[in-house]
């Protein structure tokens, strides 16, 4: 898990509470209403409707069970199939008093809770994080669930007793190591590589001696946490491969029968063909290339699945996911802001927030790495557990409980992070506090099992459920201010069985007639959809652009006379394959040394503006000079921009563009100097009035 990402989405959580009250969405192309779940008849006994089925297994023989949620069962899955779950935060979370119940609503104890997962869920094996020296100089714990060596034990042996296997996941730091961060614990933070290749060694052989002596199963180990970047203080490679060899060796030497993994993240960088070799050529031991894959950070699972085909098939390794989850709410239980909230940007919900959102994320998770074939060992699902210690979210009292909660964050670590851990992580400093993911747990807020809880025991069975609405969408559109806006006639309506079919829409008169055209910004225009007999809300988003004052700004016009244009290499090309927008940009390429400048200049009022352009291409040297400018009076803006490669546009812009006499005229252009064979593209410039 990224820390970096807790730490925005509590920054994100902070502006949320500050803003309360401007609650427009972002722009979105995508206007949604989520439906509390509610069964209706089929989807297609309405008129006008077409159905469109997801595509469906092979399977010959219907094992479904009854279930309030579908799944589509994965054709053979195998007995051994990793079906797990990361458990870290545990231990704390009793400590702290939180209470989990099975699916009659009947309190479990400690080894109860374990053997509830094993049994009920199909929980087969435990993942649990291990820091080497998790404490202040006072003993005090940094929190993230105090996982030391003893609480592994701990958590360790419920584990086995419960009929699982366990995964040690060995960070080497003395708390949370992610592509953000990976230092070296404490005590060895003066050691060389040679030096710390002998401490790593040494550890974890103690380690794994000590889990053996409590009587703790341990099937896996990882050689390090989502080692993207770097490992134990070190990021270079040779370094880091010393490191993981110093761990793997421990392990062979300990017993060879346990699997040992290396864990990478962001497997959408498209970097893990560049790691594997690195493994090779530094000679590293290891069994299976594992990695976190979390859908709103890292893509579709398409994507997901070829790199781990690919990892499979080049360098012979097993692979797994082993970090995935999906949230099920947008709500926040224990009053510390969750890594994934309403709006956060830049993420991709690809499934329902919803259980049954959860279910179908994990499924295709599980299915990704099932498609790998006997390769494909496994997934972990991240921390389903980490619930409220109190619940804050519907409290008469919320300071009261928040209060409540953060002493016990402090002093039993059920918190990402106590004020502790502040001198070691310097995010601590800033943003310690509780759970950051209740509303990705497979648990409600008062730890009763949700639906998705049993997601591994369906994906082998398949569930089905009564069908129900999910989900109630249209396409939100982007158009100039005073432009034509047509109303959809149908929405989209999604069912839980991840069916969709097209249905009519009433649009609410006085909403629509309330829009004005006039004003850039965005409208969300509402209506509602009959669904046998029940009405659903939906809604419909504008987003108004404000007019755009350069001419031809999308090149889409042949006068070109607007554009003043230095030289021949640059010029006005009907080029879909390298178009931002429509069908034409302004595309460069030269054999010899690139250099030119284009630019228009227009007359404006008094105000302020915007300046923004969008450019792609690639080849341009690691001397090339992109500039966007803006020149008035004695004023002289500029942004620098650049190329990185085909279709990856960068988006300038020069946003304080103050002019004070009606009349003035601004020059606005692009200067570019590149290296002999550079070439791209320019499109949609703009310049818009704030
Ligand atoms: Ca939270």
């Known amino acids: 898990m990224r820390l970096k990402k807790i730490l925005t989405a509590i920054l994100v959580f902070a502006l949320t509470l500050s803003a309360v009250g401007c609650s427009k969405k972002e722009a979105s192309d995508n206007s949604e209403t989520e439906i509390a779940t509610e069964s209706v008849a089929s989807p297609d006994d309405a008129d006008n409707n077409e159905v469109i089925p997801l595509p469906t297994g092979t399977s010959s023989e219907d094992t479904s069970v009854e279930a309030d949620v579908f799944v589509e069962k994965i054709d053979n899955l195998s007995d051994d199939f990793i079906t797990g779950a990361d458990l870290s935060s545990i231990a704390a979370e009793f400590d702290s008093g939180v209470k989990y119940y099975d ?38 714990s940094y929190g993230g669930g105090n996982n030391d060596i003893e609480t592994a034990k701990r958590i360790g042996t419920w584990a086995t007793n419960a009929g699982m296997r366990v995964l040690i996941d060995f960070h080497y730091s003395d708390f949370w190591a992610d592509p953000s961060k990976q230092k070296a614990p404490k005590a060895w933070s003066d050691f060389s590589v040679d030096e710390k290749a002998v401490a790593l060694k040494m550890y974890t052989e103690d380690s794994l001696n000590e889990l053996r002596d409590a009587g703790v199963d341990v099937g896996m180990v990882q050689i390090g946490n989502e080692t993207t970047t770097g490992f134990c203080g070190e990021t270079e490679w040779e370094d880091m491969c010393t490191l993981f060899k110093a761990g793997s060796e421990a392990v062979r030497e300990f017993d060879k029968d346990i699997l040992i993994a290396i864990h990478f993240t962001n497997p959408e960088k498209g970097s893990y063909p560049a790691y594997a070799p690195y493994l090779e050529q530094y000679g590293v031991d290891y069994d299976v290339f594992a990695s976190s894959y979390y859908p709103y950070w890292h893509g579709e699972v398409g994507s997901m699945k070829a790199i781990l085909n ?8 097993k692979v797994m996911i082993v970090e995935t ?27 329902d927030v919803s259980v049954q959102g959860q279910c179908d994320a994990i499924r295709e998770a599980a299915n990704a790495v099932a498609f790998c074939g006997e390769a494909g060992i496994g997934i972990f699902y991240w921390e389903p557990a980490w619930i409220p210690v109190s619940v804050y979210a519907d409290a008469d009292y919320p300071d009261e409980v928040y209060e409540y909660n953060r002493k016990l964050w402090e002093e039993k670590g059920s918190g990402w992070a106590s004020s502790y851990a502040s001198d070691y992580d310097e995010d601590a400093a800033e943003y310690y506090g509780g759970s950051a993911v209740d509303n990705e747990a497979l648990f409600d807020f ?9 997601i591994y025991k369906y994906i082998r069975t398949g569930a089905v459920a009564p069908l129900s609405v999910s989900a109630v969408t249209t ?15 149908t929405a989209h309506v999604r069912y839980n069985d991840g069916t969709i079919s097209e249905k009519p829409i009433i649009w609410d008169e006085d909403s629509v007639a309330n829009v004005d055209i006039s004003t850039p910004g965005e409208v969300a225009i509402e209506g509602t959809v009959e669904v046998d ?19 031809n700004p999308g090149f889409e016009d042949e006068d070109m006379s607007m554009w003043v244009i230095d030289s021949d290499i640059i010029s006005r090309k009907d080029d879909s394959s390298n178009v931002h927008d429509g069908a034409y940009c302004l595309h460069f390429w030269s054999e010899k040394d690139i250099e030119y400048t284009v630019y228009q200049t227009v007359t404006l009022d008094a105000g302020e503006y915007v ?39 960068d988006n300038p812009e020069i946003d304080n563009i103050v002019i004070t006499e009606d009349g003035t005229e601004l020059t606005i252009g692009v200067k570019v100097k590149a290296a002999a064979k550079g070439w791209g593209a320019w499109d949609d410039f703009y310049l818009y009035a704030k």
């Open 325 to 351: 989850s999906y949230i099920y709410t947008y709500e926040d239980g224990d009053g510390s802001g969750n890594t994934e909230s309403e709006g956060k940007a830049g993420d991709a919900f690809y499934y």
């Open 533 to 551: 007999g029940e009405e659903y809300p939906v809604i419909f988003t504008v987003k108004f652009l404000a007019e755009n004052l350069l001419l």
């Open 103 to 140: 699916f009659n609503g009947n309190e479990l104890d400690e080894q109860g809770f374990f053997d509830f997962l094993y049994d009920e869920c199909g929980v087969n094996y435990a993942r649990i994080r291990v820091w080497v020296d998790p404490y202040d100089e006072n003993g005090n």
């Open 475 to 489: 396409d939100g559109i982007v158009v100039g201010v005073n432009e034509y806006y047509g109303l959809p006639e």
């Open 611 to 649: 300046l923004g352009t969008y450019i792609e291409g690639g080849d341009c040297g690691d001397d090339a000079s992109f500039v966007l400018y803006a020149e008035y009076g004695d004023e002289s803006l500029e942004q620098k921009t650049g190329v990185t490669k085909w279709q990856e546009w």
């Open 446 to 454: 008062y730890g009763h099992p949700l639906a998705s809880a049993k």
């Open 310 to 317: 690919t990892i499979v098939n080049k360098y012979g390794k």
